[in-house]
């Protein structure tokens, strides 16, 4: 059983910067996929950010060249530096883990999210 743990959200101003972190409790397969997805009010929740163990990213086309996602493995944890903030990155941002289980069955945990809020 893993926990994910999400910290750094708030209040900021538009072109503003914050970052997130998300710390995961528990051992993780050495075969995972990590990252943050985002909803906003009325709207579904939507991919921001992920990264691959093997060090792959993806990047919704709305983040990117803003957006940097990373991880450190050693300490179980991800990082999202948000740049140049918008209005429309406001939004409960929800940290996610996909890994194998020792079923070697794939299982998706969620951070309970953090609230960025980017107005002036």
């Known amino acids: 059983q893993v926990q994910l743990v999400e910290s750094g959200g708030g209040l900021v101003q538009p072109g503003g910067s914050l970052r997130l972190t998300c710390e995961v409790s528990?051992?993780?397969?050495?075969?995972?996929?990590m990252g943050w997805y985002r909803q906003a009010p009325g709207k579904q929740r939507e991919l921001a950010a992920t990264i691959t163990s093997g060090g792959n990213t993806n990047y919704a086309d709305s983040v990117k060249g803003r957006f940097t996602i990373s991880r450190d493995n050693a300490k179980n944890t991800v990082y999202l530096q948000m740049n140049s903030l918008k209005p429309e990155d406001t939004a409960v941002y929800y940290c996610?883990?996909?890994?194998?289980?020792?079923?070697?069955?794939?299982?998706?945990?969620w951070g309970q999210g953090t609230q960025v809020t980017v107005s002036s």
């Open positions: 528990g051992s993780i397969n050495s075969i995972f996929t």
């Open positions: 996610y883990l996909g890994t194998y289980n020792y079923r070697r069955q794939w299982t998706d945990d």
